[in-house]
């Protein structure tokens, strides 16, 4: 059974910076894809970014350049380092592990850009 733990979220200001983290606790790390999804008051849960076991990412347009994720196989964590945020990155963001057979969801971070 794999169970993440999301942390990191809370109240930055526009064009600020924040990191979240994923704890996955489990076995085979490095055989999921991990991702982060957000979902916005009101709209539809959307995947953020993704990252491979092997370490191939993918990133919404909205937040190319200016989000990175990241992952460590000693720790079992992924990481989303969030710059130059807006107030359109004001959402709930959630963790994501992709497996062959399962997938799992964290519980959840609260961000909110705001001055």
């Known amino acids: 059974q794999v169970q993440l733990v999301e942390s990191g979220g809370g109240l930055v200001q526009p064009g600020g910076s924040l990191r979240l983290s994923c704890a996955f606790s489990?076995?085979?790390?490095?055989?999921?894809?991990m991702a982060w999804y957000r979902q916005a008051p009101g709209k539809q849960r959307e995947l953020v970014t993704s990252?491979?076991?092997?370490?191939?990412?993918t990133y919404a347009e909205s937040v190319k350049g200016r989000f990175t994720i990241s992952r460590d196989s000693a720790t079992k964590t992924v990481y989303l380092q969030m710059n130059s945020v807006k107030a359109d990155d004001t959402a709930v963001y959630y963790c994501?592990?992709?497996?062959?057979?399962?997938?799992?969801w964290g519980q959840g971070t609260q961000v909110t850009v705001s001055s």
């Open positions: 990252i491979t076991g092997g370490g191939d990412t």
């Open positions: 994501f592990a992709d497996g062959l057979r399962n997938n799992y």
């Open positions: 489990g076995l085979a790390f490095r055989l999921y894809t």
